[in-house]
Nanobody, 116 residues
C-alpha cells in the first residue's frame, strides 16, 4: 500500500506562482509513475503532469511552459511548480501514484484558486 499526501495549495493572483508537494510513503518501490491531476467544478478530472520512474515526463498542453513537475527521490516527494497561473487553473489538485499492478493511489487533494 502507498499513501500520498499533497500540500501547498492556496489563493494566488493571476500571474503568480505556487508550488505543490506530494509526499509518498509505504511501498514506494511498487510505484510506476507519479502524477498531478486537477478537477475544476463541473468538469472531469484531468491529468496535468506525469513523471514516471523511467521514461519521459509529460504535460497537458494547457500547462506546458508554465508548470514543471519534478521529483526528490531521497525525500520520496514530487513537486509541481506552477508559474504564470491563470484563473482557469483554479481547481482541486490531486497527486496520484500509479502502481505496478495498475492500481492508482490518490491523495486527498489541495485547492488552488487563482483570482483575476
Amino acid at each position: 500500500q502507498v499513501q500520498v499526501v499533497e500540500s501547498g495549495g492556496g489563493l494566488v493572483q493571476a500571474g503568480g506562482s505556487l508550488r505543490l508537494s506530494c509526499a509518498a510513503s509505504g511501498n514506494i518501490f511498487r510505484i510506476n509513475a507519479m502524477g498531478w491531476y486537477r478537477q475544476a467544478p463541473g468538469k472531469q478530472r484531468e491529468l496535468v503532469a506525469s513523471i514516471p520512474s523511467a521514461g519521459r515526463i509529460s504535460y497537458a498542453e494547457t500547462v506546458k511552459g508554465r508548470f514543471t513537475i519534478s521529483r526528490d527521490i531521497a525525500e520520496n516527494t514530487v513537486y509541481l511548480q506552477m508559474n504564470s497561473l491563470k484563473p482557469e487553473d483554479t481547481a482541486v489538485y490531486y497527486c496520484a501514484a500509479d502502481m505496478v499492478d495498475s492500481r492508482t493511489c490518490w491523495g486527498q487533494g489541495t485547492q488552488v484558486t487563482v483570482s483575476s
